[in-house]
């Protein structure tokens, strides 16, 4: 059964970078068409698409967030990674890894699987 | 970018109702690539509808999905406890998707 399970500091502080890992069960990262990603959620707000990769690599990213992050894959970990540069409190979110859905192929699709979260708050 | 504006931003209701949620966006969403969530409190969304009216697996039919274009409707037929939670809709249609800033279904 596919697990994704994300891990990182839980405090960053401000013009510093938050990096974060979500480890997925071994053997579905690179398995299929699937595509792999993140989505952030302020505390009480809604939402926000960050990035999206696929297995070999290739990351499409946020217009809003491109400048400042970065999404990779290592197929022999079965990790995947999120780095965003220059954070301040508005960074301050719970993060999710999740799964795009095969029902659209490519890194715009619906999300089918996720990790419980991860918060992360800036600050000094 | 498509802008997706969720309405009521509260719905009260009791268990029994049936609940009515509006997702309305800025331009036309592409191939009813429209889907819904539901999060329950400390929990990641969870996928409902996808394709604005396909029931994603697992989820019972009492959550249906309609709509094309700029108008997208979930209903929940008979609300049960475990409903109550806020809903998200999502466009996949164009890049970048995006999110509907949730509708909270509450207990009346």
């Known amino acids: 059964q596919l697990q994704l399970q994300e891990s990182g500091p839980g405090l960053v502080k401000p013009s510093e970078t938050l990096s974060l890992t979500c480890t997925v069960s071994?053997?579905?990262?690179?398995?299929?068409?699937?595509?792999w990603g993140w989505v952030r959620q302020p505390p009480g707000k809604g939402l926000e698409w960050i990035g999206s990769i696929f297995y070999r690599g290739g990351a499409n990213y946020s217009p809003s967030l491109k400048s400042r992050v970065t999404i990779s894959v290592d197929t022999s970990k079965s990790q995947l990674s999120l780095k965003l540069n220059s954070v301040t409190a508005a960074d301050t979110a719970i993060y999710y890894c999740?799964?795009?859905?095969?029902?659209?192929?490519?890194?715009?699709?619906?999300?089918?699987?996720w990790g419980q979260g991860t918060l992360v708050t800036v600050s000094s | 970018e498509v802008v997706l504006t969720q309405s009521p931003g509260t719905l009260s209701l009791s268990p029994g109702e049936r609940a009515t949620l509006s997702c309305r966006a800025s331009q036309s969403v592409s191939g009813s690539n429209l889907a819904w969530y539901q999060q329950k409190p400390g929990q990641a969304p969870r996928l409902l509808i996808y394709?604005?009216?396909s029931r994603a697996t697992g989820i019972p039919d009492k959550f249906s999905g309609s709509g094309s274009g700029t108008d997208f409707t979930l209903t929940i037929s008979r609300l049960e406890p475990e409903d109550f939670a806020v809903y998200y809709c999502?466009?996949?249609?164009?890049?970048?998707?995006?999110f509907g800033q949730g509708t909270k279904v509450e207990i009346k």
């Open positions: 071994s053997g579905f990262i690179s398995a299929g068409a699937y595509y």
């Open positions: 999502q466009q996949y249609g164009s890049s970048p998707q995006t």
């Open positions: 394709d604005a009216s």
């Open positions: 999740a799964r795009l859905s095969t029902t659209k192929i490519g890194p715009t699709s619906c999300w089918d699987q």
